[in-house]
Nanobody, 128 residues
């Protein structure tokens, strides 16, 4: 059974950092594109970052709003994807989800409709 489980969310002050983890089971991470998305109350789900599989070009993509502050990485041996979030702002407050694209070997994109499997989400709150 394919499963994604996020962890690492919490409450942090503006300017602080958090690292989110997405642990995958039921499939081999290195073959698949993985995305991080977020959804704030009353807003649509938006793409934050994604990582293409090493079987494509291994590229990473970031939303303009997080470029230079967030870094996505993957540990294929641990079947885990990370999102390092630095210089956090109150507008980063949202539930963060990771998702897997079930069609392997294609570059990742920040479009939620492309992704087939989703985690349950982890809350990130940036507030003083």
């Amino acid at each position: 059974q394919l499963q994604l489980v996020e962890s690492g969310g919490g409450l942090v002050q503006p300017g602080g950092s958090l690292r989110l983890s997405c642990a995958l089971s039921g499939f081999t991470l290195r073959y698949y594109g993985i995305g991080w998305f977020r959804q704030a109350p009353g807003k649509e789900r938006e793409g934050v970052s994604c990582s293409s599989s090493s079987r494509t070009d291994g590229s990473t993509v970031y939303a303009d709003s997080v470029k230079g502050r967030f870094t996505i990485s993957r540990d294929n041996a641990k079947n885990t994807v990370y999102l390092q979030m630095n210089s956090l702002k109150p507008e980063d407050t949202a539930v963060y989800f990771c998702a897997a694209d079930a069609r392997p070997f294609r570059p990742c994109v920040l479009a939620p409709t492309v992704y087939d499997y989703w985690g349950q989400g982890t809350q990130v709150t940036v507030s003083s």
